[in-house]
């Protein structure tokens, strides 16, 4: 059973790079357009960050059954990134709307940086 959360685990990370860096290129294209965030994009955003806290509970299961990453970094990774995309969220949402595209589209890209340490730290 542990080896099928690890699998899911690790597929997920891996998503989530592609859909961070999706989401970067979405955010910046907007933001070279000088054209506001979509409700798409903004929802996409979100999506992204509660799938982030599904991979840190994923990857919490994994570590209270004994499964350990090869480095704690691991685990900093995946708290920052948990942490880091509502609070880019929440300071966003407070500016202007090219701000805002400027900021969303910047934590993506911080945060694929973070999956994809994640990756190569587990």
Known sequence: MTEA?????TLGARA??????????W????YFRHAAVSGGFRSS?????GLTAF???VGLGLFAVGHRPHTLLHLVYGIFAVLFLPGAYLYAHGGST???ALVLAGAAW?????YFRGIATG
């Open 27 to 30: 955010g910046a294209y907007g």
């Open 110 to 114: 911080i945060v694929a940086i973070a």
């Open 16 to 25: 989530l790079v592609a859909f961070a860096v999706l989401l970067g290129l």
């Open 55 to 57: 991979q840190g509970l």
């Open 45 to 49: 955003y979100l999506i992204m960050a």
């Open 5 to 9: 959360f690890v699998f899911l685990h």
């Open 98 to 100: 090219r701000r805002e």
